[in-house]
């Protein structure tokens, strides 16, 4: 896969471009607002990494005018501007994530493989239903049952463990939570996902056999297949 960055600081090109190579994708730079606009409509990337604050035309400038054009590449805004008004502009000029400076790169791998796998499923019928090992969720009738039996939970509960069960099997930031279930409406110092975590802990863990929800020191959560699950328990 080849992706195109945006990017006029040189050494923030030099090392995403490295790190994306660590991935094992392919990056091409340039390193003002028309240069990239000029790249991304006589070349077919996979991915657009545009940094917001560019030289000779900003970056969402530069991704209004691609999707005016039409082009459906998955796009990700990476700024050092991290307001909820920022990111909410930047979405809106057709931006798929946004990513604030600095960031980690093991965070920015697990959002670029979202927006691949997003990607590649835009078109197909949308699931109805989501399984991680014994655990089952149906996305019509909004139920939850583990080993067949019923689990209620609260409708943000609901959304967290679809954003959990989404992303089985890989750590996923308080960050990439608060941005995906809670909407960037909460501090990111807030204690709102460890609550919530541990009550869903609660419901879907305590009454089996084997744990599901694993929390991560220092990075956040994983959600694992009981069969999957290491052998020491989870916190």
Not at 29 to 35: L, N, Q, S, Y
Not at 136 to 152: C, F, K, N, P
């Amino acid at each position: 896969m080849r992706f195109l960055i945006i990017e006029d600081d040189n050494s923030a090109a030099d090392f995403l471009r490295q790190g994306l190579s660590n991935f094992g994708y392919e990056a091409d730079v340039a390193h003002d607002g028309e240069e990239g606009l000029a790249m991304a409509r006589k070349t077919d990337y996979d991915l657009w990494l545009i940094d917001v604050m560019l030289p000779k035309r900003d970056g969402l400038s530069v991704l209004k005018s691609l999707r005016h054009e039409g082009k459906q590449v998955p796009a990700l805004i990476l700024s050092a501007r991290g307001q909820v008004d920022d990111r909410v502009e930047g979405l809106r000029a057709g931006g798929d994530d946004y990513v604030v400076k600095p960031y980690a790169l093991n965070e920015l791998q697990a959002r670029i493989e979202a927006l691949l796998r997003r990607a590649k499923n835009y078109g197909k019928h949308p699931e109805t239903e989501l399984t991680v090992g014994d655990l089952h969720m149906d996305l019509l009738a909004r139920t939850v049952s583990r080993a067949g039996q019923e689990i209620y939970l609260k409708p943000r509960e609901f959304r967290l463990l679809e954003y959990l069960m989404r992303h089985a099997g890989q750590v996923v930031t308080r960050t990439m939570l608060l941005e995906n279930v809670w909407e960037y409406y909460f501090d990111p110092q807030t204690n709102v996902v460890d609550v919530h975590i541990s009550r869903l802990r609660y419901k879907i863990d305590k009454y089996f056999p084997k744990p599901m929800l694993y929390t991560v020191r220092g990075t956040g959560y994983v959600l694992r297949a009981a069969e999957d699950a290491p052998q020491q328990g989870g916190e």
